[in-house]
């Protein structure tokens, strides 16, 4: 288990400094025994200050201004760094508590809150959407009837990926209008027949979750962060994870979003850019959190469902029905590159749950996601039956 812990560790911080999202690339067949091949082993000091030696490492190679690192293995937090600085040319450091975007590392903590509503009784998983959002529809009309709220968060709805939409109108783009605007989108497979990853349906699925727990419709961005607070941001202690890009310059430790020109080299990106194209897509993908909190999640996930503190903050039974894969992602053609992928990589995505990708490492049951802004990149992983997350 040391040895594939150690090679997990490295593989997957060699995927979040390539700055191509893990969805995009980690592609085959569910395993059909996952599970504990090898005896676990706990990293030493001696394996953590060869991790740091490797991050610094990588850092300088790909020219990235700064990362934040935190390791959890047998229920407790035993690695924690900064590297690099916040902003490039700028020499304040990246610290564990630094905060950044996380993109659709989001997506399973949405996921999770939804979970915990289910929980409390006050929302099903088989809870038709329609009926907690009565202006949503989409292109089939017997879909939009059929479609539960399970199946907006398993990217397997028949929606195409169709960013651009809330990238390029993004000034006129709130929660409504993009409910709305689903119901002009071409389906391209039948429900549960294809992978296809859809941030408008999986924030369809978060404000969903977020009307039946706040009878609100017409004001569902503030009710969402509201509801998230309340069920998952403020019972794991991430006291400083948020939605408000006001609350993060207030705070003062935060990273800067970074582009890089045509020399490759970085350069900083306003972050009022990268605010405004995910703020109506939120729950899929508009946090920012630190690697330290992000930590405390990766505690309750290993945990299944008790928090750092003890607090049950979730069933493991729910918790379970948000691991769980919807859609099997298919092998990637033998052409256009798919060749080039390490087998590792392949294996690490094969089928998509609720907000999270379904694979194995080195034998290992994995759960992992990747989240990409403009400007940000960032990565949960998690081996559940080894104790350890990343």
Known sequence: MR???????CALLVTMSSGAPVIAQSQGTPSATPGAMLEPQTLTAEHLAELDAYIATMLEKTQIPGAAVAIVQNGQVIYENGFGVREVDQPEPVTPET???IGSVTKSMTATMA?????AGRLRWDTPVVDLLPGFAVADPDLTQAMIVRNA????????QRDADFILNSDDYTPESL???VAAFPLAAPLGK???YSNQMFAIGGYAATAAASGETDDLYDAYVRVMGEQLLAPLGMTRSTFSLEEVEASGDYAGSHGRELSGAYVPVALDDEDSFVRAVAPAGALWSSAAEMAHYVQMELGRGVGPDGTRVVSAENLDATWQSQVA??????TGGGEDLP?????????YALGWLIGDYGGERLLTHSGETFGFGAQVALLPDADFGI
């Not at 992602?329 to 033998?334: K, R, S, T, V």
């Not at 087998?343 to 089928?351: I, K, N, R, S, T």
């Open 3 to 9: 040895l594939v812990i150690q090679g997990f560790i």
């Open 99 to 101: 905060l950044m975007m």
């Open 115 to 119: 979970a915990t509503l289910v929980d």
């Open 179 to 181: 409910i709305a605007s």
């Open 153 to 160: 968060f398993c990217a397997c709805t028949g929606l195409p």
């Open 343 to 351: 087998p590792e990589l392949v294996a690490m995505g094969q089928g």
């Open 194 to 196: 294809l992978f296809q």
């Open 329 to 334: 992602i298919p092998a990637p053609p033998a």
